[in-house]
């Protein structure tokens, strides 16, 4: 399977960047994290700076035809600055066009607003991005997953295993054992 791509910059919210790559790579896939800038980018958890993730590659330098799925983590800061970047907005839009998978999470769907591939589409995201949401065309809902063809959208953090589970499924996907044991000894 090709790479995972992660599109992220300065404040993403920490848990919806690291434990989505966390589960992802567990279970074989490859994530590739673009930025805006070389060198790092600074998560934000508990209204403080959090962890640093090593950047890949330069957004700009990215081809959809490299990646099998994009990924795009929340928190307020990281989506508010990338839907300003004419690069990252054309890689949203080339995702889309090609049909593959797109998970956005939290602030994130403002990224698929701002590209215009959210009209006549079932979404959710956190509360205070919803009526933008609504704005761009998309039929807003308020639960922990929204798929809808390509798109895959949720609203928290504490939305992460579904949300994550959900991007699996539309890459035909399994679990790492580890995560099946702990599902089965928790039955």
């Not at 065309?137 to 295993?161: E, F, H, W, Y």
Request: net charge negative.
């Amino acid at each position: 399977m090709k790479p995972i791509l992660l599109i992220a910059t300065d404040g993403f919210e920490q848990s919806e960047l690291m434990e989505p790559k966390r589960l992802l790579e567990e279970a074989g896939a490859e994530v590739t994290v673009a930025s805006l800038e070389k060198g790092e980018i600074n998560g934000w958890q508990d209204k403080n700076w959090g962890e640093s993730v090593k950047v890949d590659c330069l957004v700009e330098n990215v081809e959809c035809g490299d990646y099998a799925a994009l990924l795009l983590p929340g928190g307020q800061m990281n989506p508010d600055i990338l839907r300003m970047n004419r690069d990252v907005i054309r890689l949203v839009r080339e995702f889309n066009d090609a049909g593959k998978p797109i998970a956005a999470i939290c602030h994130a769907p403002w990224l698929l607003a701002e590209a215009g591939i959210i009209r006549g589409k079932v979404v959710t995201g956190w509360p205070s991005v919803r009526t933008d949401l609504t704005n761009a065309g998309g039929a807003v809902i308020d639960q922990m997953v929204a798929v809808d063809g390509n798109l895959i959208t949720s609203r928290k953090p504490d939305d992460i295993p579904a949300f994550t589970k959900a991007l699996m499924d539309a890459l035909g996907m399994r679990k790492a054992k580890g995560d099946a044991k702990r599902e089965t000894e928790a039955a």
